[in-house]
C-alpha cells in the first residue's frame, strides 16, 4: 500500500491492499487490548453464500457433464476453509477467551486438486441433476499443467482457487494450521462443502446465479482451450 495512505478504505486494484489494511487492523487491535486479541488470518472462504466466483464454479462445472479442463496436477495442493467452520469456530474462540494469531485454512491434512475434485463429484451426486435432467451428466477430467494453460492464454488463477505450487505462488496452499487445529478449528467434507453450496446456488434466480460464474472462463472458451493443448505433449 503507498505510503502516507493509512486511511485508505477500499481493497485498491485487484485487492491489493487487503494485506497491509489486514495488518494495521491487527495492529490497531493489540494496540487497544494488548494480549487479548484473537487474529484470524483465514484462507479461501467457501461453502453457502459464497456470491464469488471462486469455489462455485467446480460444483456448477462438474454438474454440467463432459469434458472438464482442471489445472495443475492431481497432485497439486490445495486448501480452503467452508464459512461455516470458520463462524463456529470464530465463535468458539470468543466465548473460551482464545487469544493470538492463527491461520485458519484447510483441511486439517493436505488435500489434493485430485481429492478436491472428487469431494465436488461426490456432493453434486448428492444433490443430483439440475431441474429437466433425467440423470447427472457423466463428466471426465483432462488435467494440464500451468505452462501449457499458460500458452493458450490461460493465467495463473483464472480457473479460480488455482494456483501454481511452484514460483511466486509456492507455498500459498500449504498455509500452516496447526495452532488453529490445536486451538479446536474443525472441518467439514469437502463433498458437504460442495452439496450445500449447490443447493443454495439453485434457489437463486438465473440472473444472479449467472454472476457467480467467472466470467471470461466459459464452456466455449474451455473447448477451445482443450481442443488446442491436445495438440500439446505437456497435456496430462
Not at 483465514?42 to 461453502?47: A, H, L, Q, R, Y
Not at 483432462?142 to 511466486?168: F, H, I, K, M
Request: net charge negative; glycine share 10%; hydrophobic share 40%.
Amino acid at each position: 500500500m503507498p505510503e502516507g495512505k493509512e486511511d485508505v478504505e477500499d481493497m485498491g486494484p485487484r485487492g491489493s491492499f487487503y494485506g497491509p489494511l489486514k495488518v494495521m487492523c491487527e495492529s490497531a487491535a493489540e494496540a487497544a487490548m494488548p494480549g487479548r486479541v484473537t487474529n484470524i488470518r483465514p484462507g479461501f472462504i467457501v461453502g453457502p453464500r459464497d456470491t464469488s466466483a471462486r469455489f462455485m464454479y467446480y460444483p456448477w462445472r462438474v454438474s454440467q457433464g463432459g469434458e472438464m479442463l482442471v489445472p495443475g496436477t492431481p497432485a497439486d495442493p490445495i486448501q480452503v476453509i467452508d464459512v461455516r467452520d470458520l463462524a463456529e469456530w470464530a465463535v468458539d474462540c470468543i466465548e473460551r477467551k482464545v487469544f493470538g494469531i492463527f491461520n485458519a485454512t484447510g483441511p486439517a491434512t493436505e488435500l489434493t486438486m485430485k481429492s478436491f475434485i472428487d469431494g465436488i463429484a461426490m456432493g453434486v451426486a448428492a444433490v443430483g441433476p439440475v431441474a429437466g435432467q433425467s440423470a447427472q451428466p457423466i463428466t471426465t477430467y483432462t488435467w494440464a499443467d500451468y505452462e501449457s494453460l499458460q500458452a493458450q492464454g490461460v493465467s495463473p488463477g483464472e480457473l479460480p482457487l488455482c494456483l501454481p505450487p511452484t514460483g511466486e505462488s509456492a507455498g500459498f496452499h500449504k498455509r500452516n494450521i496447526k495452532k488453529a487445529i490445536a486451538a479446536g478449528l474443525k472441518f467439514r467434507t469437502i463433498d458437504d462443502t460442495t452439496q450445500a453450496t449447490l443447493e443454495w446456488y439453485r434457489t437463486l434466480p438465473d440472473d444472479v446465479a449467472a454472476k457467480m460464474l467467472p466470467p471470461g472462463f466459459t464452456m466455449d472458451r474451455e473447448r477451445t482451450v482443450l481442443a488446442a493443448l491436445k495438440t500439446r505433449p505437456e497435456l496430462k
